[in-house]
T-cell receptor, first 117, second 115 residues
Framework: NAGVTQTPKFQVLKTGQSMTLQCAQDMNHEYMSWYRQDPGMGLRLIHYSVGAGITDQGEVPNGYNVSRSTTEDFPLRLLSAAPSQTSVYFC????????????????FGEGSRLTVL | AQSVAQPEDQVNVAEGNPLTVKCTYSVSGNPYLFWYVQYPNRGLQFLLKYITGDNLVKGSYGFEAEFNKSQTSFHLKKPSALVSDSALYFCAVRDTKAAGNKLTFGGGTRVLVKP
């Protein structure tokens, strides 16, 4: 049981390049999300998905696309990278349906550090 | 809209002394409250949560937190800090009136425990 796996762990891009950050979970969690972490700003929600085929925007969605074709995978695409997208990206999942209290605490991957030059 | 504030960027404490990390929140409904910890170059790990019931909740590694509805606070505490508790701590809230499972995180508080 690997939990939430993110790849790559590190990536350097030039402005204007595109790339995809991969996220996979093996816990059969319905809910998956992407956050970015910037110093002093905590974690900000980019996009999330409550199940296969369903995605929605979070707090800072501009410049990012997501899709959810399977329960396990939730890739984050940067369409045209900008220096403002230099950040650490975290994928997180939960199963809101489990537990009596339906609380769904998040399980995080170890992060992907992206630098855009 | 839901929000979380962690008023201290950093907390310094000597090993063996009590540790407190402050958190206040704002929601329109009832809150689900969480504390997460992040060690260097790692993802966030769940510490504890408040959903309902007893205002004092106990979590991993000897941490506890007290929910105070009148003060809209959820401070994290540990009676005797260890050097290994040095990390970045995040408070998070979920508004029970909001759809989905969106958590809003505070800006984080860095804890430094000195020997």
């Amino acid at each position: 049981n690997a939990g939430v796996t993110q790849t790559p762990k590190f990536q350097v891009l030039k402005t204007g390049q595109s790339m995809t950050l991969q996220c996979a979970q093996d816990m059969n969690h319905e809910y998956m999300s992407w956050y970015r972490q910037d110093p002093g700003m905590g974690l900000r929600l980019i996009h999330y998905s409550v199940g296969a085929g369903i995605t929605d925007q979070g707090e800072v969605p501009n410049g990012y696309n997501v899709s959810r074709s399977t329960t396990e995978d939730f890739p984050l695409r940067l369409l045209s990278a900008a220096p403002s997208q230099t950040s650490v990206y975290f994928c997180a999942s939960s199963n809101p349906r489990t537990g009596l209290m339906n609380t769904g605490e998040l399980f995080f991957g170890e992060g992907s550090r992206l630098t855009v030059l | 809209a839901q929000s979380v504030a962690q008023p201290e960027d950093q907390v310094n404490v000597a090993e063996g002394n009590p540790l407190t990390v402050k958190c206040t929140y704002s929601v329109s409904g009832n809150p689900y409250l969480f504390w997460y910890v992040q060690y260097p170059n790692r993802g966030l790990q769940f510490l504890l949560k408040y959903i309902t019931g007893d205002n004092l909740v106990k979590g991993s590694y000897g941490f506890e937190a007290e929910f105070n509805k009148s003060q809209t606070s959820f401070h994290l505490k540990k009676p005797s800090a260890l050097v290994s508790d040095s990390a970045l701590y995040f408070c998070a809230v979920r508004d029970t009136k909001a759809a989905g499972n969106k958590l809003t995180f505070g800006g984080g508080t860095r804890v430094l425990v000195k020997p």
